[in-house]
């Protein structure tokens, strides 16, 4: 059975409280050092121009119905032929992102620069939390969890008899580190809010893939079937005026 401990106030004072905002802190100051090191590189104009060719054949597929086969015909020709279609993209002169990513320079120090801006705080938070608070039990969850909860709420405490819904002081930093973005959209904004799970996400994450969204595009220009929408639109629009009129 499960043992109800008392817990002193002292680690309310000491521990929750000081741990947490640390957190914080360290949050909005790795906020604002990662804005002092990152960089604002001039756009590639062949990215942009890519961009803007998907942007317009997705127009062209949204607005197809609005103009004539003949017309439709014209534009799918101009966006998707095999010759020299804006969409077509040759096999040897498609390029993986990856690559490209490592052959820029600037690319690859902007990603360092946040790698690092993520990790080393972390490392010496962790470090900090591990060497004075390892050992405490901090909080306590009001409401009951099951056994599968203990790893991850009583990281650092080998004992197996107390409750699941108590947590560890190295399981409250996790909790930390991982749930506060709520808090932090509200003191940066939503746009400058730190989610280090996303950007976890975003270091094995790579840059625009023009092949595959050029490709997706021509596809779908390739299947679409034009219905023309204008013919007797004349009628239709006097019958719904006569019903209004009458």
């Known amino acids: 059975m499960a043992e109800d401990l008392v ?3 002292a680690i309310r004072d000491w521990v929750l409280i000081p741990l947490s905002v640390v957190m914080v802190l360290i949050g909005v100051l790795r906020y604002f050092v ?3 090191m990152r960089s ?4 590639d104009a062949k990215i942009v121009k890519e961009g803007q060719v998907v942007i317009r054949a997705r127009n062209l597929k949204a607005g197809a119905n609005f103009i004539p086969p003949k017309s439709f015909r014209a534009r799918r020709f101009y966006f998707s032929n095999e010759e020299n ?5 040759p096999k040897d002169q498609a390029q993986n992102p990856q690559a490209q990513m490592f052959s820029d320079p600037n690319m690859a120090m902007d990603m360092m620069k946040k ?3 993520m990790i080393i705080p972390q490392t010496l938070t962790f470090a900090w939390v591990n060497f004075f608070f390892s050992g405490f039990v901090a909080a306590k969850i ?4 099951t056994q ?7 990281n650092g405490i080998d004992l197996s008899t107390v ?3 108590y947590v560890s002081s190295r399981s409250w930093y996790f909790l930390n580190l991982f749930g506060l973005r709520g808090l932090f959209s509200l003191i940066l904004g939503d746009e400058n809010a730190i989610d280090d799970t996303q950007r976890m996400m975003q270091m094995g994450g790579f840059g625009f893939d023009a092949t595959k969204s050029l490709g997706a595009e021509k596809d779908g220009l390739d299947i679409i079937q034009h219905e023309w929408a204008l013919p007797g639109f004349e009628h239709r629009a006097e019958s719904v005026l006569r019903k209004l009129v009458q």
Do not use: A, C, E, I
Not at 40 to 43: G, L
Not at 142 to 145: M, N, R, S, T, V
């Open 40 to 43: 604002s590189p001039s756009p």
């Open 142 to 145: 009001p409401f009951p969890l």
């Open 34 to 36: 990662s804005k002092l």
């Open 163 to 165: 409750d699941v819904s």
């Open 115 to 117: 790698n690092l801006s």
């Open 85 to 89: 279609g804006l969409l077509h993209v």
């Open 7 to 9: 817990l002193d106030t």
């Open 148 to 154: 599968r909860f203990r790893s991850m709420l009583q």
